[in-house]
């Protein structure tokens, strides 16, 4: 599996990213919304997860833009606060899952395939 992830948050990423190569998976990591395109593009990740607050960049237009272009990938909006606000938004809108950043087992049971996607899974 392979998860493209654009957050800033350092706390963040020093906990998710080991966990999830120690289960060979791999991670790349970005910074900007047009990057994460291209590497969607180059790598076709199974997931991106994205911060909801991340400066510089409109998650939700973000989202919708890769959910378009790369119906296959899942999309994950991470958020540091359990928010029903951005939680609705990111599933009306953007057609996304809400992660909240203080539930990181949640995000982690959530996102790590116990077994590969069947093509039930990705349509």
Not at 38 to 55: F, H, M, Q, S
Request: with cysteine; proline share 4%.
């Amino acid at each position: 599996m392979t998860l493209i992830l654009l957050d800033d948050n350092l706390l963040l990423r020093q906990a998710l990213i080991p966990i999830i190569e120690d289960k060979h998976h791999r991670v790349v990591e970005c910074d900007r919304a047009d990057e994460c395109l291209t590497l969607c593009l180059r790598e076709r990740p199974d997931w991106v997860l994205v911060d909801i607050e991340k400066k510089n960049v409109d998650a939700i237009a973000l989202a919708k833009k890769i959910r378009m272009k790369f119906p296959d990938v899942r999309v994950g909006l991470l958020s540091n606060y359990e928010n029903d606000d951005y939680r609705d938004v990111t599933q009306s809108e953007a057609r996304a899952e809400y992660f909240s950043k203080e539930e990181i087992d949640e995000l982690i049971r959530r996102v790590l395939p116990i077994h590969p996607r069947s093509k039930e899974e990705t349509s």
